[in-house]
């Protein structure tokens, strides 16, 4: 009920993921009065459709801790607790994303051994698949050295399980890629990040630069909250503004429309490629329950595109796996750190070394 189109596109879009995948089956919160007529035109849907009714909207305008405190009844508070009751697998809504992330963690809770969850988005690249992991990309502004550990090994596990990436190449967002460069937590994770790679079946390729964020040296990108969620937002802002530079360029004179009926082709597959609806969907990792975060915008195609994501997360039981590698690399972290606390520490008996 809360995205920028209102329901209709989310109702759009849920027909499009149902005649894709007969595999799927949805509850839809929200305001029954409206959505049932929008579901009557779909009486194929009438078996695969649940109505939950949900009375109250979360805004963009609501603040997250007002949401927390007075969120019961609205379809974004229905929508997270009909996964922490099992009758679903994993969420998915366009709605106000700190709001989001406030009623996921106060329903759902953090996995044990997470300090602060993360959202992990995929960015168009030149690797294989397509796409790049990079988190977090704005559920928290700061992060020290053990939640960028953290972030790798759910980043790599988002990875392997949402690309099929057997090995993924994890890599930290620095100002450089030599090692003396950047914040002292990038260090101290860029030291301990090997012990965890070695336990959560990750590579460690060191410090990486804006510019690897859409290359092919890396897989997943790791940063903080603050840093990923601009590094997002200019990315797609840039892609917009060069698509509006392409649609004036073709269209200045007779020639360059001409030109660009030759290049038709061309133009709709890079159109396709750089479509951020085909990308749309930020995971919320960390928490006992899988949460799909579209964007707020997001018409018929995003909308489809945030649930086919969500259905291959759940079909793969990541969740169940993303919590035995944070609890692996858990132990792996507090061991890395007590060697390197032993080998810092004054001889016993004797003078420091």
């Keep these: 009920m809360g995205g920028d189109r209102g329901p209709a596109a989310v109702v759009a879009g849920l027909v499009r993921s149902a005649d894709k995948n007969a595999e799927i089956a949805f509850i839809l919160h929200g305001d029954e009065a409206i959505l049932r007529p929008m579901m009557a035109k779909h009486p194929e849907l009438a078996d695969r459709c649940e109505i939950r009714h949900a009375p109250r909207v979360v805004t963009m305008e609501d603040k997250p801790s007002q949401v927390m405190r007075h969120g019961a009844g609205t379809s974004m508070w229905s929508c997270i607790e009909s996964v922490k009751l099992g009758e679903a697998t994993v969420a998915v809504s366009c709605g106000n994303t700190g709001a989001l992330m406030a009623v996921s963690m106060i329903r759902l809770r953090k996995m044990p051994g997470v300090n602060r969850p993360a959202i992990a988005c995929l960015w168009p690249s030149r690797n294989p698949t397509g796409f790049n992991v990079m988190l977090d990309v704005g559920a928290d502004i700061k992060a020290e050295a053990e939640d960028l550990l953290q972030y790798a090994t759910m980043g790599a596990s988002y990875a392997r399980n ?21 914040r002292a937590e990038l260090k101290e994770a860029f030291e301990l990040m090997p012990a965890i790679a070695e336990v959560g079946d990750f590579e460690f390729v060191g410090f990486v630069e804006g510019g690897d964020i859409p290359g092919n040296r890396v897989d997943v990108i790791v940063t903080d909250g603050f840093t990923g969620n601009i590094a997002l937002k200019t990315g797609e802002g840039t892609a917009k503004l060069i698509s509006q530079f392409l649609k004036e360029a073709f269209s200045a004179t007779f020639l360059s429309k001409i030109a660009a ?8 597959r890079l ?15 960390g928490l006992n329950g899988t949460v799909v975060k579209s964007h707020g915008s997001a018409d018929a195609t ?10 291959q997360l759940a079909k793969s039981g990541f969740n169940d796996r ?8 858990g132990r792996a972290g507090q061991d890395a750190t007590l060697n390197e606390a032993e080998a810092d520490a004054p001889l016993k008996g004797g003078d420091p070394a």
Aim: proline share 3%.
């Design 302 to 311: 995003g909308v489809s595109a945030a649930i086919k994501l969500a259905f």
């Design 162 to 182: 949402g690309m099929h990436l057997a090995r993924p190449r994890v890599g930290l967002l620095n100002v450089g890629t030599e090692e003396h460069k950047g």
């Design 271 to 285: 159109q396709k490629r750089s479509d951020p609806r085909r990308v749309n969907g930020g995971v919320f990792l």
């Design 261 to 268: 009926l030759l290049s038709l082709t061309s133009l709709r």
């Design 322 to 329: 993303l919590a035995a590698r944070v609890a692996s690399a």
